[in-house]
């Protein structure tokens, strides 16, 4: 069944079990869609009305994504929008739609001190360091040499200076205590597969387990960095259950309390996969899905903790 689509056995088998035949097909048929660019205009070096009439005068047309007021699906591209010199001077920043969602949930205020666990190449700091106005600091730290090049480079780019960078492993950081912590966690990527078709012959049962049990790491490290009351806002481009609701469900059992996203849009978490009842405050949690939000795979969680 749907072997046209060029997907693994396991894959398919999966989806079928929590999804359903219809909504199987109408996710595997959304992913064979060339993914739409959005951009998330930098106030911290123009304004929105500015940036749009610049590049609209460049043929660019736009659609305003309806979570965010400065951001744009690209609906006409008549060139590369990343070579245009709006984007050489920081103007915006290329990024998923649900991509902006979780700094605009952690929401850190001008006086909070920010840790965003795996930073690079730098989309969620830059836009942390935007909704702070460049107050107070952000530790953005990744492991990665090569991707920290790039959040380098946007950090300058993008006109952000509260920002600290390092280049060091999370899982071994122990230093200083956190208001609010961005965990935007490693994952299979499983929600990618628009841009990256290749998952779907690659992925199988082990990937999503050996993600999990990192991401697991990062709860912990995280809730012991974290101040009492401080909030962990938890992401990942997956779909998958153990990705995203086991992770929370761990991060639960360690003590902590799931708040409202204040997202409107998306669907709820999932209470109930593999034929397995869960935790029912897993309805906090956002799911966004190619076939129904035409945007990558994603998911999102807001934890205090008590």
Not at 53 to 73: A, N, P, Q, T, V
Not at 206 to 224: G, H, M, P, T
Not at 264 to 283: A, D, M, Q, R, S
Request: hydrophobic share 40%; proline share 4%.
């Amino acid at each position: 069944m749907f072997e046209e689509f060029g997907y693994n056995q396991f894959l398919i088998e999966r989806y079928l079990k929590l999804f359903g035949k219809d909504e199987t097909k109408k996710l595997l048929e959304s992913n064979e869609r060339i993914p739409l660019k959005a951009i998330r205009i930098n106030t911290l070096k123009t304004k929105v009305e500015i940036c749009i009439s610049r590049l609209e005068e460049k043929g660019f047309s736009f659609k305003k994504i309806k979570w965010c007021d400065y951001c744009f699906e690209v609906i006409e591209e008549p060139f590369s929008i990343g070579s245009t010199t709006e984007y050489l001077l920081g103007f915006f920043y290329i990024q998923d739609a649900t991509s902006v969602l979780p700094s605009m949930v952690l929401n850190p205020s001008e006086k909070d001190l920010v840790l965003d666990m795996a930073a690079a190449p730098g989309g969620k700091t830059t836009h942390l360091s935007q909704i702070m106005d460049n107050r107070s600091v952000i530790i953005a730290i990744d492991i990665n040499k090569e991707k920290m090049k790039a959040l380098k480079s946007n950090i300058h780019r993008m006109g952000c200076e509260n920002t600290i960078l390092l280049r060091t492993d999370s899982l071994k950081f122990d230093q200083l205590s956190f208001d609010k912590i961005l965990i935007d966690a490693p994952c299979t990527a499983e929600g990618t597969i628009r841009k990256n078709p290749e998952l779907k012959k690659r992925l199988k049962l082990e990937d999503f387990e050996k993600y999990a049990n990192k991401q697991k790491q990062f709860i912990d490290v995280a809730y012991k960095l974290l101040k009492p009351k401080g909030i962990i806002v938890y992401s990942t481009c997956a779909i998958s259950p153990e990705e995203n609701e086991e992770v929370v469900e761990y991060a639960l059992s360690k003590g902590m309390k799931l708040l409202d996203t204040g997202i409107k849009e998306g669907l709820p978490g999932l209470t109930f996969f593999f034929g397995k009842e869960h935790n029912k405050e897993l309805v906090k949690c956002k799911r966004f899905y190619p076939h129904i939000h035409d945007t990558q795979g994603f998911f999102i969680a807001k934890l205090v903790k008590l």
